[in-house]
């Protein structure tokens, strides 16, 4: 018996694919390396010790589901495989809806025909409506501003209407809030292409002198030192929280939405000193204006996440920040900038 691991050589799916390994699952990936490496399948062994199946392609293609269905044994699948970036999301439309709803409509059909009724899929903290005021918890109004949100709802939508016409379908939904680290061997982490959107990778680009300073989107927020308040959350603590999902979708019923956060919030400046301090490291910032859709303060209440699935976040600020710039030293400086 098999995981599928859709997008398992990006950010998120390479540390879930070590936690598996390391706990004695047997491993499929799938991912048509659009933005991600195939090295970092080498990585994962490194680490883990044992290697995942890996199969380069596309969700898109039905053929090559059917494959890999009849060839491993697949009895569950986590899906990470999707398009994440929010600006290009309004530009690209077409391209996220297609990407990311086609590709799990293909997957949740495969899945019938194979007899696989276990799916945990990616979701994310955006599908809260703006007007919200954290903590966040899993009942809170649902709502998107941009296409990349929409496709996360819309997902959440058909998986709770197929697990309705499928009693024996079952689907975990996990809100992520802000992962940002790296695994602490340094080898797998993130590595964006391009000048990079989100904060932390911002930063690390900052510290190993590829951009000259950070801008700090807007410091006249209603927030304690007037910068924007996230719920950052350690790649492997999150990884972990896919394996208690798991764990739990077997004995599970239905679709169930949980938020995989630490519950703490943490302004940007806050990142800046932290990610100075512990690395000792200079990371110039410039005051500009407030970024188009952002809020204030967004971070999670993970109760039901450590009530139901048993899980909690072990890690804390320090680890994050230090074990991005370890991944930074030890994988991005060799590579080209
Ligand atoms: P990532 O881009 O690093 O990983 C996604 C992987 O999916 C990539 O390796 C990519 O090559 C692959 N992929 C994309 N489309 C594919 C397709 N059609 N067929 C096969 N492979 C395909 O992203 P990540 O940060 O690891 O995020 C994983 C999931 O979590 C995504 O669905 C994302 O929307 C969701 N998410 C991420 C964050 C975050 O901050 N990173 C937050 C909330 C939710
Ligand atoms: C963003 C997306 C969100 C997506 C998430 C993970 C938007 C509006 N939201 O969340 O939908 O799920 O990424 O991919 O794009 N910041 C700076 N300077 C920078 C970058 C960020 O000051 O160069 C600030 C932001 O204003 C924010 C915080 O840092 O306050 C975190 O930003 P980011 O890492 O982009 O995450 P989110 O905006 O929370």
């Known amino acids: 018996m098999a995981v599928l691991v859709t ?42 010790g044992r290697r995942p199946v890996f199969v380069k392609g596309d969700l898109l293609d039905e053929a090559l589901l059917d494959e890999v269905f009849t060839k491993y044994d697949i009895d569950s699948v986590i899906h990470f495989a999707g398009l994440k970036a929010v600006g290009e999301s309004v530009r690209l439309p077409e391209n996220y809806y297609r990407n990311n709803i086609v590709t799990t ?47 996360k709802l819309f997902i959440e939508e058909i998986l709770r209407d197929v697990c309705v016409a499928h009693p024996e379908f079952t689907a975990i939904l996990l809100r992520y809030f802000n992962p940002i680290g790296a695994h602490p061997a340094g080898l797998i982490g993130e590595n964006p292409n391009g000048i990079p959107n989100n904060l932390l990778p911002y930063v690390t680009n900052v510290a190993l002198g590829r951009l000259p300073q950070l801008n700090v989107f807007g410091n006249d927020y209603d927030t304690p030192d007037g910068t924007g308040v996230r719920d950052y959350i350690h790649v492997v603590d999150l990884a972990r929280g896919h394996l208690n999902a798991l764990d739990y979708a077997q004995t599970a019923t ?20 932290a990610y100075e301090e512990e690395n000792g490291v200079k990371i110039p910032v410039n005051i500009a204006p407030r970024r188009p859709g952002d809020n204030a303060t967004t971070f999670a209440d993970a109760t039901r996440a450590n009530e139901i699935l048993g899980w909690h976040a072990e890690y804390d600020i320090r680890d994050m920040v230090r074990d991005s710039w370890n991944f930074a030293k030890i994988t991005l400086a060799n590579e080209e900038a």
């Open 7 to 48: 997008g398992g050589t990006g950010f998120i799916g390479s540390h879930t694919c070590v936690e598996l390994l390391e706990k004695g699952y047997d491993v499929v990936i799938i991912d048509n390396l659009y933005n991600s490496r195939q090295q970092v399948v080498d990585a994962i062994e490194k680490i883990a």
């Open 254 to 273: 239905g679709a169930q939405a949980f938020n995989l956060g630490t519950g703490n919030g943490t302004s940007v400046l806050e990142i800046v000193r």
């Open 105 to 151: 409509l293909n997957l949740i059909d495969a899945m019938h025909r194979h007899n696989c009724t276990k799916i945990v899929f990616s979701s994310s903290a955006t599908v809260y409506d703006a007007g919200e005021v954290s903590p966040l918890k899993e009942t809170c109004r649902l709502g998107c501003t941009n296409p990349y949100g929409r496709t």
